[in-house]
T-cell receptor, first 110, second 117 residues
Framework: DAKTTQPPSMDCAEGRAANLPCNHSTISGNEYVYWYRQIHSQGPQYIIHGLKNNETNEMASLIITEDRKSSTLILPHATLRDTAVYYCIVRGLGAQKLVFGQGTRLTINP | DAGVTQSPTHLIKTRGQQVTLRCSPKSGHDTVSWYQQALGQGPQFIFQYYEEEERQRGNFPDRFSGHQFPNYSSELNVNALLLGDSALYLC????????????????FGQGTRLTVV
């Protein structure tokens, strides 16, 4: 499994865009980048995933660099409810499991 | 849609005992995975069940076993409990990963908090 590196913690002001970086320099061509988040005392929640193109859904945007060695999850207008631990995961086709690292603890401040 | 449901929500057991945790997958999902999350750590994959068979297993001892029923629900059993087994146990359901055109993201339940004393 390719490994990811994320900052342990970040802060963001409510209403601003939260940009969460992830480094996955050893990613291979058929591996996807997945993002999950875990709000305190809840199970992880799927946010978004992508292969090489940028992706957007109702929750967030995912920007993957052209060399695919890093990505950024963007929460466009962060709210207090976005305070959570965010996990960046690299997952290969056929890999059944999700390999979670330590994630980034994002705190949204009023 | 009730999503993924797990029971019980909390459990206290004594060292050496056995425990069974239960999971009902999201409607339409046929694959169930179990994860262990120690305090302050990310979830760690235990195993996955599909078509009532263990499909993949993480680095956990044989004390951890599971079962999947014809209705896709699943049980996680842990024998000879150790203090270190205290953790949040998460169940996730999905469609089989790798199926072209199918949405395969995992949906997690709220977990069972197991405390071994």
């Amino acid at each position: 499994d390719a490994k990811t590196t994320q900052p342990p913690s970040m802060d963001c002001a409510e209403g601003r865009a939260a940009n969460l970086p992830c480094n996955h320099s050893t990613i291979s061509g058929n591996e996807y980048v997945y993002w999950y988040r875990q709000i305190h005392s809840q199970g992880p929640q799927y946010i978004i995933h992508g292969l090489k193109n940028n992706e957007t859904n109702e929750m967030a945007s995912l920007i993957i660099t052209e060399d695919r060695k890093s990505s950024t999850l963007i929460l466009p207008h962060a709210t207090l409810r976005d305070t959570a631990v965010y996990y960046c995961i690299v997952r290969g086709l056929g890999a059944q499991k999700l390999v979670f690292g330590q994630g980034t603890r994002l705190t949204i401040n009023p | 849609d009730a999503g993924v449901t797990q029971s019980p929500t909390h459990l206290i057991k004594t060292r050496g005992q056995q425990v069974t945790l239960r999971c009902s997958p999201k409607s339409g999902h046929d694959t169930v995975s179990w994860y262990q999350q120690a305090l302050g750590q990310g979830p760690q994959f235990i195993f996955q069940y599909y078509e009532e068979e263990e499909r993949q297993r993480g680095n956990f001892p044989d004390r951890f076993s599971g079962h999947q029923f014809p209705n896709y629900s699943s049980e996680l059993n842990v024998n000879a409990l150790l203090l270190g087994d205290s953790a949040l146990y998460l169940c996730a359901s999905s469609l089989p990963w790798g199926s072209p055109g199918r949405n395969t993201e995992a949906f997690f339940g709220q977990g069972t908090r197991l405390t071994v004393v």
